[in-house]
């Protein structure tokens, strides 16, 4: 049912009257504006269609409008439209104002943007309940600092400084909000030019990717996200996330994985531990992600018919552009992808441990093989004992090289998938050269038996 905001209330009388709201009563009236939004709130019913293996919603925050007179379905009729605006979307984000900052916070004039609502109804249709936390945080708009950021820069690059009708600032990630950070990473996702695991808090990685790609593109090299470069990559903050729903075919992914070698040998396959691993890898994502999209979910707990937010990566039907070459960035730990002298795509990866097992002579690829089995030689595992023979590991998502396999012309190399995506570029490998899962994948569409492969350090 339908119901009205209460005519008056501490935080729409502190915002009517352009008050500085304090942080001591900040608990207070965000628990007041909470109970007055639950009164209020309208249940969406699920739309759109259903997005790979997860299914749900694959709506942006923001739904564009075939035409300006064209509604989202099922949206509420505009008499009541017109009546709840006035009083919801300002109250809306003095709240997720409180929530989002750690100063004092002045509500005067402020305005929501058009993918604020929508997160809002978006939440709550996923049984998120949290009102300024999970995707209402993704959806929040920009702060003061950060919209005064992007007008500057907007000033300085001779652009509208938006993309679509969220503003983007530019700057340093820490004065990026949640939403801002979000659609960085997954614009860069979608490009081809990986920022690393997806995880709101874009680091040296990322800003690697944002050079590349301003590099390609004729921009300032600056590995910041500036109006400009926003705008080409598609960083809109309203496409940062959407929201799925675990299937029954997702719960038959998963299961126990043993740690011993000769345990894993005689499983059939080797699956993901748990469904929040199934479901970040999935989204391109860290689970520490997963967990700030979603507020108060025990996502060691998920079932099927759960629903949780999640970024909007492209779909794999999305077919990458096709590459005649590769260079691999020993010193960067990347690996590019060329057509021509056209950088196509950028992939972080793990090296050899040890220095001299790092290979310096080119190479070609020699085959591609995707959920590939692993041929365990324990001579090139000193680390593990008690094992004299070799072994062979099933395939699987938690197989020693993941879920593809790229087989090098240097004898025992290749770049595979890994399963831990979270340590790439952070732990050794014994010789190959290890990515995550979905870039793994990824490069293996663009390449095929017989490309060259260059090893270099900061060359190209």
């Not at 304090?22 to 207070?28: L, Y």
């Not at 950088?343 to 050899?352: K, M, Q, R, T, Y």
């Amino acid at each position: 049912m339908n119901r009205k905001l209460p005519t008056s209330s501490p935080l729409k009388n502190a915002a009517s009257r352009g008050m500085a709201v304090s942080a001591m009563s900040r608990r207070a009236i965000l628990a007041l504006q909470m109970r007055d939004f639950a009164r209020a709130a309208t249940p969406v019913p699920r739309m759109g269609k259903s997005l790979g293996p997860l299914t749900g919603m694959p709506m942006p925050l923001l739904q564009r409008a075939a035409s300006p007179t064209a509604a989202i379905p099922a949206a509420p009729s505009p008499t009541l439209l017109s009546a709840l605006l006035p009083v919801l979307l300002p109250t809306l984000l003095a709240v997720l104002m409180l929530a989002n900052t750690s100063s004092a916070v002045t509500t005067a004039g402020a305005r929501t943007t058009p993918g604020a609502a929508n997160a809002a109804r978006v939440a709550r249709a996923a049984g998120t309940t949290t009102v300024a936390t999970g995707l209402n945080a993704v959806a929040a708009g920009t702060t003061s600092r950060a919209r005064a950021t992007a007008a500057t820069a907007a000033g300085a690059a001779g652009t509208r400084g938006t993309t679509g009708t969220t503003t983007v600032a530019a700057g340093a990630p820490s004065e990026l909000s949640l939403a801002q950070r979000l659609a960085w990473q997954v614009a860069l996702d979608r490009a081809g030019f990986s920022p690393g695991i997806i995880d709101g808090r874009p680091g040296a990685k990322t800003e690697l990717a944002t050079r590349e790609f301003q590099h390609i593109r004729r921009l300032p090299v600056t590995g910041k996200l500036d109006a400009a470069t926003a705008q080409l990559l598609g960083a809109d903050p309203a496409y940062a996330a959407t929201w799925c729903t675990i299937t029954p075919d997702d719960a038959g992914q998963v299961g126990r994985v043993p740690a011993g070698w000769v345990e894993k040998s005689k499983l059939s396959r080797l699956p993901y531990p748990s469904l929040d691993q199934l479901v970040a890898e999935r989204y391109h994502c860290s689970r520490a992600l997963l967990a700030t999209l979603n507020p108060g979910r025990d996502l060691g707990r998920l079932a099927v018919g759960d629903k949780l937010i999640v970024p909007l990566v492209g779909p794999r039907a999305e077919a990458p552009p096709p590459a005649d070459r590769l260079d691999v960035d020993t010193a960067a730990k990347v690996i590019r992808a060329f057509a021509g002298d056209r950088l196509v795509g950028l992939f972080h990866c793990s090296i050899a441990a040890k220095h001299a097992k790092v290979p310096t002579r080119p190479a070609s690829v020699t085959g591609i093989t995707e959920n590939p089995a692993y041929r365990f030689d324990p001579s090139m595992w000193p680390e593990v004992k008690g094992i004299d023979h070799p072994l062979i590991i099933p395939p699987g998502p938690r197989n020693p090289v993941g879920l593809c396999w790229i087989a090098l012309s240097l004898p025992g190399y290749g770049m595979h998938g890994s399963p831990a995506p979270e340590m790439i570029g952070k732990t050794g490998s014994h010789g190959c050269f290890r990515m995550t899962n979905w870039d793994a994948l990824r490069l293996a569409r663009m390449i095929k038996p017989g490309t060259p492969v260059t090893f270099s350090r900061g060359g190209r």
